[in-house]
């Protein structure tokens, strides 16, 4: 008995570990408090709307924004890889994004600002971009072969809704979205990116035809598979998890300390257990496994979109099942929840923040909420003003949540790093990448680590204890010398392969 609470004492600890300091006499309080910002809305295209903006972050005692800068395959920012946005209500010549970091940063208090990108959503609109480099017009209905990007529905349509989709089972689509974010973090001071809408867009979608074929060449399957065929679940899932990684591993090559975030699913009844999280809509529906992400440790910052209704008895249920569950299961990473205010009355959201705010049953916190959004804060039409003094004040609707000014919690495995990264490529001899390759990771201690390349032959893995390591090739798989390298705390080593097929 007495071991048995020793082992329960340290889960407890470990669990408790990653979570934000909770203020005390003297102590600034750590939470993350955030507005998501979009695009479809007012709130950041002329140097007026960014003032506004960032004066009524700093009233709701908020101290993050995830401003939507890629709306659909468009840039909100100068110095873009993409077209301009066609967004009149853009000011000409006006780079939002730039104006907003100097606003943001030099001004007090600082408040972090997120690049918030459309992930695989291109153009929603019938009448095609004007600018011919646009991915849309490049890679769109009319390309032909590889040159064909999008995600295709089982029954061969090529249009979710309003909106054109890229398919992440085609390699170019990884690498062409791996680089918008990048070029971001390359370019810009920002404090995070933010992907959005990087999944599926249902278990029917995903039958690009060099998708397919990269299917059928790893699985020996033949035909067209069911959209709930498990197998087919399962290689879709995967190729999402290789751009969160791609992600990932590139941005934090080039600035280590930049924060890696994504707004995720949570839709329908939360799960309680894993093989509960394995049925629910996220992993079955659209083939988004952040729970994965977390425990692997490539994505620094989950912000499930908890858009559920407080004054709907189901709904406000599943509301608590998700962030029950999203307070026990960061891995030592970082969990905000993302209630959505546009669908409560204002003192609804205030109870469904309170309830955000309060530990677990098992004593484990979120790491705060990012609401969404600034252009809609409530249901009922009242002025965003009302959400502001109410989450600052007591007032009509309640105690307030934030009354006192707090700083985003500190990302430990990132300031103080004790681990370190590997990515590198594996090409022939010719420079073709090998797609669906197994690589060997060997480090002291007889640890093996087995890796999968992706479509253009990437491969990558987070948090390796700092030490020697050797890379190479499953047997079998190709002909080439092993690679000896080092992987040093809080650095992303790189280890190219270059072999001879078999």
């Known amino acids: 008995m007495k071991r048995l609470v020793i082992l329960i004492a340290a889960c407890v600890l470990v669990a408790v570990s990653a979570v934000p300091v909770q203020g005390h006499a003297g102590e600034t309080k750590e939470e993350f408090r955030a507005y998501w910002v979009d695009a479809f809305h007012d709130g950041f295209k002329t140097p007026?709307?960014?003032?506004?903006?960032?004066?009524?972050?700093?009233?709701?005692?908020?101290?993050?924004?995830?401003?939507?800068?890629?709306?659909?395959?468009?840039?909100?920012?100068?110095?873009?890889?993409?077209?301009?946005?066609?967004?009149?209500?853009?000011?000409?010549?006006?780079?939002?994004?730039?104006?907003?970091?100097?606003?943001?940063?030099?001004?007090s208090p600082r408040i972090e600002v997120h690049a918030w990108l459309a992930t695989l959503p291109?153009?929603?609109?019938?009448?095609?971009?004007a600018a011919e480099n646009h991915v849309f017009n490049q890679h769109g209905p009319s390309a032909k072969g590889r040159d064909y990007w999008l995600m295709e529905r089982a029954d061969g349509v090529d249009r979710h809704g309003a909106d054109y989709v890229l398919d992440p089972g085609h390699p170019d689509v990884v690498d062409y979205t791996v680089d918008q974010y990048v070029?971001?973090?390359?370019?810009?001071?920002?404090?995070?990116?933010?992907?959005?809408?990087?999944?599926?867009?249902?278990?029917?979608?995903?039958?690009?035809?060099?998708?397919?074929?990269?299917?059928?060449?790893?699985?020996?399957?033949?035909?067209?598979?069911?959209p709930q065929d498990e197998k087919w679940k399962a290689w879709r899932r995967e190729q999402v998890d290789y751009l969160m990684r791609k992600v990932y591993l590139e941005s934090i090559a080039v600035r280590p300390e930049v924060k890696v975030s994504a707004a995720v699913i949570a839709w329908g009844?939360?799960?309680?257990?894993?093989?509960?999280?394995?049925q629910s809509a996220p992993y079955t529906r659209v083939m988004q496994d952040w729970n994965g992400w977390l425990k692997e440790g490539i994505i620094d910052l989950a912000v499930p979109m908890n858009y559920d209704r407080e004054h709907v008895p189901e709904q406000k249920?599943?509301?608590?099942?998700?962030?029950?569950?999203?307070?026990?299961?960061?891995?030592?990473?970082?969990?905000?929840?993302?209630?959505?205010?546009?669908?409560?009355?204002?003192?609804?959201?205030?109870?469904?923040?309170?309830?955000?705010?309060?530990?677990?049953e098992e004593g484990n916190r979120l790491s705060g909420v990012s609401l969404f959004s600034y252009a809609q804060t409530n249901k009922d039409g009242?002025?965003?003003?009302?959400?502001?003094?109410?989450?600052?004040?007591?007032?009509?609707?309640?105690?307030?949540v934030f009354p006192e000014p707090a700083i985003p919690p500190t990302m430990g495995w990132k300031k103080h790093p004790d681990k370190g990264h590997l990515m590198g490529r594996v090409t022939d001899s010719a420079g073709t990448p090998l797609d669906g390759a197994t690589v060997e990771l060997r480090g002291k201690g007889n640890r093996i680590d087995t890796l999968k390349t992706d479509g253009s032959g990437f491969f990558g893995v987070a948090d390796l204890p700092a030490g020697h390591y050797t890379v190479k090739m499953k047997k079998g798989q190709g002909h080439?010398?092993?690679?000896?390298?080092?992987?040093?705390?809080?650095?992303?080593?790189e280890a190219d392969l270059h072999v001879i097929r078999p």
């Open 48 to 107: 007026e709307q960014v003032d506004q903006l960032m004066e009524d972050v700093r009233r709701s005692n908020a101290n993050a924004v995830f401003v939507q800068v890629r709306r659909r395959g468009d840039a909100y920012f100068n110095k873009a890889l993409e077209p301009r946005t066609e967004d009149p209500d853009l000011q000409t010549g006006f780079d939002a994004l730039s104006y907003l970091l100097e606003k943001a940063h030099e001004e």
């Open 122 to 129: 291109i153009w929603n609109s019938a009448t095609p971009p």
């Open 183 to 226: 070029n971001v973090v390359r370019q810009y001071p920002v404090d995070g990116v933010h992907l959005d809408l990087v999944r599926y867009m249902g278990p029917e979608w995903g039958y690009n035809p060099t998708s397919l074929e990269r299917y059928r060449m790893q699985t020996g399957e033949s035909g067209i598979p069911d």
């Open 269 to 278: 009844q939360g799960p309680s257990t894993l093989e509960e999280y394995r």
């Open 317 to 360: 249920k599943w509301y608590d099942q998700w962030i029950e569950w999203e307070k026990d299961h960061s891995y030592e990473r970082h969990v905000a929840a993302g209630p959505g205010v546009y669908l409560n009355s204002v003192s609804g959201s205030l109870a469904q923040i309170s309830r955000a705010q309060a530990p677990s």
């Open 382 to 400: 009242e002025p965003r003003d009302s959400l502001i003094r109410a989450l600052t004040e007591s007032s009509e609707y309640g105690e307030p």
């Open 480 to 493: 080439g010398p092993a690679r000896s390298i080092r992987v040093q705390s809080g650095q992303v080593t």
